[in-house]
Structures are given as C-alpha cells and as structure tokens.
C-alpha cells in the first residue's frame, strides 16, 4: 500500500513503561519491527522524540533557558537515533542517522536527497536533531521530513491504538476515532500531534496514521493496508 514513509516515535517509547533513560528491549522490539518492514522493500525514515532524556519545554520550569533548553532535546534525539540505529543494524538492515545539524563523525549532516537515496537502497534513514531550530517540536519536525522526502504517510507510533475524543489513559469514557480531518483535528484541539504539524500536514496533504507501536506485527497490518489506528485525512 506505500512505498515510502516517515515514523515517528516518541522518545518515551524507547524508554520502556517508565518513559526514562533507553530500554533495551523496547528499543529491539521496534527494531525487529522496523527490520521486517525494510526487508519488505518498504523505505522507512524515522524521527523519535528526546523526552526519555530531555524536555525543552518542561526543562524552563526548573529554571532552563527555552532556546538552550530546547538544544539539549534535540542532542537528546540524537541520542535515541543512534541506539536505535544499532538495535535496526543488529537485525541485519543498514541504518544510517542523519542530523539537523552538522555532528560528524557521530553522524551524517541532513541532506534530503542524500537520506532518499539511502533508503532507496535499502536502509532506513534516521533523521533526528528536529528541525534544527528552539519552538518547533519533533512532531513539527516529523511533518517536515515526511513532506521533504515525499512520504506517502507519516505514521505516528504512540502507547494507545488511535485518536480519542480524550486521553484513554485517563478517561475511560474517551472514544476513538477511525478517522478524522485535520480541520476536525485542529477544531478540537486533540493533542496527538501539535498544531503547527497538523497544519503542515494539512497544507501538503500529507495523511497521518496514529497506531499502537507497542503492538507486535501494527506496523505490518498498516503496510497490507488493514484498519489499524485512526487515519487524519484532509
């Protein structure tokens, strides 16, 4: 069902139940996942959030400066791109972490077609850093690299299975959206994704899937073109 797509995973995600630090096993289960879909022949990019080590954002309220606090999040992604890129390289399938800006010999600077190619020829291109620039989320980020490099779909990996009209985690009357526009999206301020990468989203057609990563074998179903998660459309 598509030839090319851009995953983003939270940084929590590789921080095993308690969001912190890497799990290992967390991090060798999306590998494994991500593995199977590249042999596959489908061209992945990945870009992960630093929340597991560093929040900007939530770093100003203990007395960080915003711009400095939001460059260590994104040295914090760097981070998570590079275990990751080993756990994906365990499984037998090249990976090559791309960054926002430049930080060779730890990794490789982000050129949008030099990423293209890698991922054409088989490996998965992690692309982290963000954007590069404080204010801007890696959700923002993730939406820019989807269309940068013509994705057919960014899919969002999270701990829950879709949009809800709530957190399900704290409302256990929420209910859950098989699909849903962006304009319904930004009307009701539904926080899977930030505003400013709905609206990219939105303006380059880009169709978001948001899908339960921690489910062994979603990442397949979606690749087949089965029902998985909740689909934002325009």
Known sequence: MYKRVLLK???????GPAGKGLETSCLRAYAQEVAEAAKAGLQIAIVNGGGNIFRGLQGVGSGFDRVDGD????????INALALSMFIKEQGVPARVFTSTPMEPYAKYYMRDDAVQFMEGGGVALIAGGTGN??????????????????DALLKGT???GVYTADPEKDPTALKYDSISF????????KVMD???YSLCREGGMPIIVFDMNCPGNLQRILRGEKVGTLVHV
Do not use: C, W
């Open 183 to 190: 304009d319904e999206a930004i009307e009701k301020r539904l």
């Open 134 to 151: 404080p204010f801007f989320t890696t959700d923002s980020g993730a939406a820019l690299r989807a269309l940068e490099i013509k994705a």
């Open 71 to 78: 460059k260590m999040g994104m040295l914090a992604t760097v």
């Open 159 to 161: 701990r829950v299975d």
């Open 195 to 197: 505003q400013t990468a």
């Open 9 to 15: 995973l939270s940084g929590e995600s590789l921080g």
